[in-house]
């Protein structure tokens, strides 16, 4: 007598079920991936950026450009130029005493992160900006004024 091959319907529900599993855990974790990718080009140009400034400063001893009160790197052809990103908006806003200080934030643009705001100091001190209601405060990211955020839950 010969026995009949093949799957059964058991065994291939079980191998989709098996498969839907698989699935519904990694999608949320390759999504997070793609997200902690796209926060990398902020974190690594404002650390660029603060160099440049402490470079500009120990040259020039003001954050300013010669004769204008505005940041060196908020100028057009200056020697500190904004870079321009593919997921963020570098900008520099106005400080009470430009010549001393400085703030560099960078704002996200990218649909998947959007509402997240970087920002360094020239003392260094690095804060993350979570906008309420956005899709990267529903992604488990929130605001840290002492790191910059660059994970779920607040993580630094």
Not at 55 to 77: I, K
């Amino acid at each position: 007598m010969q026995r009949p091959t093949g799957f059964t319907l058991i065994e291939l529900m079980v191998a989709i079920a098996i498969v839907a599993i698989l699935a519904a855990i990694a999608l949320p974790n390759y999504t997070d991936y793609v997200r902690r990718g796209k926060i990398q080009e902020a974190t690594s140009t404002l650390l660029a950026m603060r160099t440049k400034m402490e470079q500009y400063f120990q040259d020039n001893r003001s954050y300013t450009t010669p004769g204008a009160p505005v940041l060196a790197p908020c100028t057009a052809g200056s020697s500190v130029p904004v870079p321009t990103l593919r997921y963020f908006t570098i900008t520099c806003p106005a400080t009470a005493t430009p010549a001393t200080t400085y703030t560099i934030q960078a704002d996200a643009t990218d649909a998947s992160i959007t509402g997240l705001r970087f920002t360094i100091n020239e003392s260094n001190v690095r804060a993350t900006t979570v906008t309420g209601g956005s899709p990267i405060e529903q992604a488990g990211y929130a605001n840290n004024p002492n790191c910059w955020t660059i994970r779920k839950g607040g993580q630094c």
